[in-house]
């Protein structure tokens, strides 16, 4: 179980549930022209989440004397899991990512595509080595690359199989799921600063200066407050303009995304304990869960 908890299982399983989603509630009701069976679409979800949990044992390397102070009872790290098993861990994790990434990406004709799992191996070492400690610039980057954990099914099993015929379909397709990741990309860039302003005692201690150290409390809650008001209008935008005439994705949207992005901004106004901020942490990981849950609803719009 320590083990679980060190490459965080809850996570990657939320990853793979959106990916195995976008495949079979998005692709498949939409007739999509796809080159991956499901043994290596089966083969894609295991190299992302090699990656992404190779990503989550370096931070916990990483940020040990951090997490001493953040959250005592939580760290694995030299108590529970010795660090060169870790280190090791994490080595092993990143070979089995990028080899199946290799063996992907030259089975379906894009071998170039082989270094994105490469690049995605050394962000999240760069992150969690010296990129997160940066006001923002860590925050930007590991939101990207949750939203990469998206778009990589597209770019693997749609785009090489584009043709003349079928791109209107493939086009109509990707841009839904371009639309998730944005979605994904601002709920993880909100929410990794809401987790700056949870840690803030920790990472002072540690010598990090994320954004709520650079601006301090008061400022960033503010910041936390307008980008969750940005997202309710985007999302409302979204709604106006592809789902008007949808009336159980418009009441979906509008119930399990707005109304919590509502009440999100409600209490983020005068969030000012570590515990306002757990809570507003958990709130938009529950949205963001009820959000990818609206993938598969996307087939009513077939006419």
Same mark, same amino acid.
């Given at each position: $179980?320590?083990?679980?908890?060190?490459?965080?299982?809850?996570?990657?399983?939320?990853?793979?549930?959106?990916?195995?989603?976008?495949?079979?509630?998005?692709?498949?009701?939409?007739?999509? /022209?796809?080159?991956?069976?499901?043994?290596?679409?089966?083969?894609?979800?295991?190299?992302? %989440?090699?990656?992404?949990?190779?990503?989550?044992?370096?931070?916990?390397?990483?940020?040990? /004397?951090?997490? =001493?102070?953040?959250?005592?009872?939580?760290?694995?790290?030299?108590?529970?899991?010795? /660090?060169?098993?870790?280190?090791?861990?994490?080595?092993?994790?990143?070979?089995?990512?990028?080899?199946?990434?290799?063996? %992907?990406?030259?089975?379906?004709?894009?071998?170039?595509?082989?270094? *994105?799992?490469?690049?995605?191996?050394?962000?999240?070492?760069?992150?969690?080595?010296?990129?997160?400690?940066?006001?923002?610039?860590?925050?930007?980057?590991? &939101?990207?690359?949750?939203?990469?954990? #998206?778009?990589?099914?597209?770019? +693997?099993?749609? *785009?090489?199989?584009?043709?003349? !015929?079928? !791109?209107?379909?493939q086009s109509?397709?990707? =841009?839904?799921? #371009?639309?998730?990741?944005?979605?994904?990309?601002?709920?993880?860039?909100? @929410? /990794?600063?809401?987790k700056d302003? !949870?840690?803030?005692?920790?990472?002072?201690?540690?010598?990090?200066?994320?954004?709520?150290?650079?601006?301090? @409390?008061?400022?960033?809650?503010?910041?936390?407050?307008?980008?969750?008001?940005?997202?309710?209008?985007?999302?409302?935008?979204? $709604?106006?303009?592809?789902?008007?005439?949808? !009336?159980?994705? $418009? *009441?979906y949207f509008? +119930?399990?995304?707005?109304?919590?992005?509502?009440?999100?901004?409600?209490?983020?106004?005068?969030?000012?304990?570590?515990?306002?901020?757990?809570?507003?942490?958990? *709130?938009?990981?529950?949205?963001? +869960?009820?959000?990818?849950?609206?993938?598969?609803?996307?087939?009513?719009?077939? &006419?």
């Amino acid at each position: $179980m320590n083990y679980l908890n060190l490459i965080r299982y809850q996570n990657l399983l939320f990853i793979a549930l959106t990916q195995v989603f976008i495949k079979y509630g998005l692709f498949q009701p939409f007739s999509a /022209e796809t080159v991956l069976n499901t043994f290596s679409f089966s083969l894609l979800v295991i190299a992302t %989440l090699c990656i992404a949990a190779a990503g989550n044992i370096i931070n916990d390397i990483y940020d040990v /004397e951090i997490d =001493k102070i953040n959250k005592p009872n939580k760290v694995l790290i030299g108590k529970k899991i010795s /660090e060169s098993n870790a280190n090791l861990l994490f080595i092993f994790l990143n070979v089995i990512g990028v080899g199946i990434g290799f063996y %992907l990406a030259n089975s379906i004709g894009k071998p170039g595509f082989a270094a *994105l799992f490469i690049i995605f191996s050394a962000l999240l070492y760069l992150y969690a080595s010296y990129l997160k400690g940066m006001p923002l610039i860590g925050n930007l980057l590991i &939101s990207t690359l949750v939203a990469m954990s #998206l778009i990589i099914v597209p770019l +693997f099993d749609l *785009l090489p199989a584009i043709t003349l !015929q079928n !791109q209107t379909t493939q086009s109509a397709v990707f =841009k839904i799921v #371009l639309f998730y990741a944005l979605f994904a990309f601002c709920i993880n860039l909100i @929410r /990794e600063i809401v987790k700056d302003l !949870q840690d803030i005692n920790g990472d002072k201690k540690g010598g990090m200066n994320t954004l709520a150290i650079a601006l301090g @409390r008061k400022r960033t809650t503010a910041i936390v407050f307008s980008l969750g008001g940005f997202m309710v209008l985007g999302v409302v935008f979204y $709604m106006y303009e592809h789902l008007y005439n949808q !009336q159980i994705l $418009m *009441l979906y949207f509008l +119930f399990a995304i707005v109304a919590p992005l509502l009440y999100f901004c409600i209490k983020s106004w005068d969030a000012a304990t570590m515990k306002e901020y757990g809570f507003l942490s958990k *709130l938009l990981k529950i949205i963001m +869960f009820l959000g990818i849950c609206s993938i598969p609803l996307f087939s009513l719009t077939i &006419s």
